[in-house]
């Protein structure tokens, strides 16, 4: 057998036999261990350079969810195929490639195990599954390299010669599977003594049948010929495919992977800085001080771009796309900059490998510009840290998990609490977060005086006043106490609540900013002294249930303040509205009738997936809601998220501001209302309507709209 | 060279403002550093930025309490700070006394304080500090520049703009214009638990204004509109200017 082969037969059952007219077939098994050598190098290289992340971060907990992640995400292609085309596409590629790298493993286990070969009818069931995948996922490589060079979605900008020849590859892989496999039963037909003997394989093999048909013209000799040079090439390309992926975007077959399995399962919150008044150093100011998460982030991200094709700031001609302009910035970055990093770090362990740490520094001499690269003002630049809304839209569409807002906010802190260098209007907004409880700045000790100055002071127990029993909080937020347009929202949804039959508690002067802009601007210690005070204040006032009113308090008393110990059952109002709707205690006593487009916003949209309720919420109040395509889960931030209420945002030239472009897609259908469900939402979508000469939209809460259709 | 900056701890530009036994009441009022005097720290840190000077010194007379104010400027980046104890009622005279006891301890070449304190808004201890020292004093201050032993500012003046240069040591002081004052890192409010703050008490010198009574200003009236043809509300208002607000007209 050593230099002899196994001949090709017409068997007597429906099978095939592994290596079957390939001299020298036994090689491939000693050959094989160069694609896996070089696989384990590149694997292990890139878990030394994963090992020099020094942030913390905890993702091994919850491990049956996590199990669940991967299998989901990874064999459903769970978020994959969000995007039709290309998802479908990559749906048929990943199972017919998954399938034929199992039946390749099943292949080389007879060969290992000693296996039986597979006969009979599980040969031809199991061969038509790996003939039709494979055949799918050869479908599937041409479309996608359809999108990418024909169709030139703009989410692919960055087309790289590497995504030209790795499509190539996958393609020339795949074909040759089914040359090879047209080839052999094109050789068994003509061995064959009777054409029924090898029928067979036109079930099991139907897309091979159609490729040996091809070959009919060809002489026995001839295609058991073609058959062994073919089956060669076909291995080495195999082979050369499993070498590479550690080294080309093939890696995202192994990080998507990791990610399914350590994604965030929480809900959407910043993550906790613990012990800040011991801290050393603030956010990350180096690549390495991000976690291991972050950095994998880093090499899972494959480019397709649907992050940008989905932010607000890109779209709008900001500096920010998550894609080029933050991920893969940062991964390039990273990648230069981690052979000093390992370098560094052995340096410390003995003698010998200080010395060899002494060369690779008169080595970073020569690299110092990498070294002495600043992440933050030279590879991301501080305009692009501002530029987030924190709208969640990448973390939404992105494929792989990857964390986008963590990062800018972790660039942030650093900025804010350990360069002193923010935006003047930031750090306008933090001092009167400090010295007023709200970024407004006005006087704290009016917090209350929006009850009395909208005549509503009866209907709500004002809790340091007249400490009554209650249910239900109305954490108001700064913008009902504080913003004059705003009041009338506060206003609306006490006297909805009223009428039927629930007063609220409110903390008056005791409630402070929730602290979600701080945060989100990067000063995460304000936010912690904010969150601790209002916590402390709920505590005391024996706080089970709260309805807040605007988005951003919502999601960070809901998902932020478990953090720090604060757990109640927290509501948006509109979920609360919705519910009263539906057990009948409020009762509409007329049917508005308006045409108006709904803007979801992001902190309740995304962050936190209330998407039905205030919809059902305004249906009840009679108007008829005209969806646009910018809505739910694909819905365009006003611009106000992430602490950037507080900024100034100026047009880039050739693009409208983010809350003018928002506008814009509201009033497409020409309604007469748009309705929102935040105080930010509100005043930036108020004002879009302000610059547009003609436009007539009145812009409402949903809170007045309720109260509308039951005054 | 060392520069030093006078602070003083001031209620909170939005506090609400209410009389209890004919004092102010503490409810509902936070204090701060005044916001003319944080001009002042800022611009005495660009000073040592700009490697003009090597100590930036803190000083504020006041009570316990004011240390907070010297504990924000070293947050901002001053080097120590020193307290000087002092009765809450000592008048502008008491205050610019003690005051200027430190300064001639201190010996600094140069001294910054706000123009004016956004509480009683008296605008005098500055002058009256250069005035006991008896150095030359540049107020109202929008620029700064230091060059071989000389100051010079460009300063707001009735209808116009002056530009003075004094020999150091100097009393400058300073108006919100100069600059725009920086929030303090995390890293400085660490770095400022560390920075030394003196405790001294205020020698004896008696107010030489008394407070009489406290009173809050008289609600302002509501607004009133006027509707009408434009030529009637021409005359409306004319008639309200005239004889109502009583604007008297220059001829």
Redesign the interface.
């Known amino acids: 057998m050593l230099f002899g082969f196994t001949r090709l037969e017409v068997y007597d059952v429906p099978m095939r036999v592994v290596g079957a007219n390939v001299p020298y077939e036994w090689l491939i098994y000693l050959i094989m261990f160069i694609p896996i050598g070089a696989f384990c190098y590149g694997l292990y290289t890139k878990i030394i350079a994963w090992l020099q992340a020094n942030g913390r971060i905890n993702r091994a907990d919850k491990l049956w969810s996590r199990i669940g992640s991967l299998l989901f995400y990874a064999l459903a292609q769970a978020k994959v195929i969000k995007k039709p085309l290309a998802g479908w596409m990559h749906f048929f590629l990943f199972w017919g490639f998954f399938i034929l790298f199992m039946a390749a493993g099943i292949d080389a286990s007879h060969h290992w195990l000693g296996w039986p070969p597979v006969e009979g009818n599980i040969y031809i069931g199991f061969s038509w599954v790996v003939d039709v995948l494979g055949f799918l996922a050869m479908i599937g490589i041409l479309v996608l390299a359809f999108v990418r060079y024909v169709q030139k979605p703009e989410r692919l900008n960055d087309s790289k010669s590497s995504d030209g020849w790795i499509i190539a590859l996958i393609f020339t892989i795949l074909f040759t599977g089914f040359l090879i496999e047209g080839l052999r039963i094109a050789a068994q037909i003509k061995l064959a003594t009777r054409i029924d003997l090898i029928m067979y394989e036109s079930v099991a093999s139907p897309f091979g049948w159609l490729f040996a048909k091809m070959f009919a013209g060809m002489s026995l000799d001839g295609a058991l010929m073609w058959h062994r040079i073919m089956w060669w090439f076909h291995m080495a390309l195999a082979f050369l495919f499993i070498g590479m992926v550690p080294f080309t975007k093939l890696w995202h077959i192994f990080t998507s992977m990791i990610n399914y399995f350590t994604r965030d399962l929480e809900p959407s919150a910043c993550r906790m800085v613990e012990n800040i008044e011991e801290a050393e150093t603030f956010g990350v100011e180096n690549i390495e001080d991000f976690t291991w998460k972050d950095i994998i982030d880093l090499d899972a991200c494959i480019r397709c771009g649907r992050c940008q094709e989905n932010c607000p700031a890109y779209l709008t001609g900001k500096d920010l796309n998550p894609k080029l302009t933050l991920i893969q910035a940062m991964k390039t970055h990273w990648e230069e900059k981690v052979p000093y990093l390992i370098a560094a770090s052995s340096a410390g362990h003995d003698a010998e490998t200080a010395e060899m740490a002494m060369t690779a520094e008169a080595e970073a001499e020569e690299i110092k510009p990498v070294m002495e690269q600043h992440l933050i003002y030279d590879v991301v630049t501080p305009e692009v840290v501002w530029d987030c809304t924190n709208c969640r839209a990448c973390m939404e569409h992105c494929p792989m998990f990857i964390e986008h807002i963590p990062k800018v906010i972790d660039m942030r802190r650093n900025l804010v609490m350990w360069q002193g260098d923010m935006p003047g209007e930031a750090q306008m907004a933090f001092t009167n977060m400090e010295r007023n409880y709200n970024p407004w700045g006005v006087g704290f000790a009016n917090r209350a005086g929006w009850l009395e100055e909208r005549g509503i002071r009866e209907m709500v127990n004002l809790l340091p006043e007249d400490g009554e029993e209650f249910e239900y909080l109305l954490y108001a937020g700064c913008a009902v106490a504080f913003d004059d347009r705003y009041k009338r929202v506060g206003e609306a949804l006490v006297k909805v609540a009223n009428k039927a039959g629930i007063k609220f508690g409110y903390l008056g002067t005791e409630e402070y900013c929730c602290g979600d802009s701080a945060r989100r601007l990067g000063n995460e210690y304000l936010y912690q002294t904010l969150a601790a005070s209002n916590i402390e204040s709920m505590n005391n006032y024996g706080v089970k249930k709260i309805i807040t009113v605007c988005p951003h308090c919502h999601n960070c008393v809901k998902n932020e303040y478990p953090q720090m110990g604060g757990d109640y059952e927290v509501y948006h109002y509109t979920e609360f509205l919705a519910q009263l709707i539906a057990d009948g205690k409020i009762k509409m006593t007329k049917s508005l009738g308006a045409k108006l487009t709904y803007h979801d916003s992001c902190f309740l949209g995304r962050h936190n997936n209330v998407y039905d309720e205030p919809r059902k919420v305004i249906q009840a109040t009679g108007c008829s809601l005209v969806e646009i395509e910018q809505a739910r889960e694909f819905g365009f931030c006003c611009g106000a998220g992430g602490g950037r209420m507080w900024l100034e945002e100026d047009a880039v030239e050739g693009y409208k501001r983010i809350n003018d472009t928002r506008t814009e897609q509201l009033l497409q259908p020409d309604p007469e209302l748009v309705v929102t469900n935040c105080p930010f939402c509100l005043t930036m979508i108020a004002d879009g309507v302000k610059e547009i000469e003609d436009a007539s939209a009145q812009v409402l809460d949903v809170a007045e709209l309720v109260w509308r259709a039951m005054e | 060279m060392k520069v030093l900056v006078c602070v003083k701890q001031t209620f ?1 530009t ?3 403002i209410d009389l209890k036994d004919g004092k102010i009441s503490d ?4 204090m ?1 550093i005044n916001p003319y005097d944080e001009v002042a720290v800022e611009e005495a840190l660009q000073v040592k930025e700009k490697g003009l000077a090597k100590e930036v010194v803190v000083v504020s007379a006041g009570s316990d309490k004011a240390v907070e104010a010297i504990r924000t400027a070293l947050a901002m980046g001053a080097d120590r700070g020193i307290l000087v104890k002092q009765d809450a009622d000592a008048d502008e005279f008491a205050r610019a006394k003690v005051l200027a006891k430190i300064i001639s301890d201190e010996a600094p070449n140069i001294v910054l304080a706000g123009h004016v304190a956004a509480d009683d808004g008296s605008s005098q201890v500055p002058t009256r500090v250069a005035e006991i020292l008896g150095w030359p004093h540049i107020n109202v201050a929008t620029t700064l520049e230091i060059a071989d032993g000389k100051a010079t500012c460009n300063c707001e003046a009735d209808g116009g703009n002056q530009i003075t240069e004094v020999a150091l040591p100097a009393m400058i002081s300073t108006q919100v214009s100069l600059n ?1 004052p ?8 660490m770095q400022a638990k560390k920075k030394p703050v003196d405790t001294v008490e205020a020698e004896a010198v008696e107010s030489k204004a008394k407070i009489i009574e406290f009173a809050l200003p008289e609600a302002k009236a509501a607004g009133k509109k006027l509707e009408g043809e434009p030529e009637e509300l021409a005359l409306a208002i004319a008639d309200f200017i005239k004889n109502e607000a009583k604007v008297e007209i220059k001829k």
Do not use: L, T, V
């Open positions: 909170d939005e506090a609400k409810a509902g009022i936070n701060i725009e920086r929030y303090p890192s995390m890293k400085g409010i």
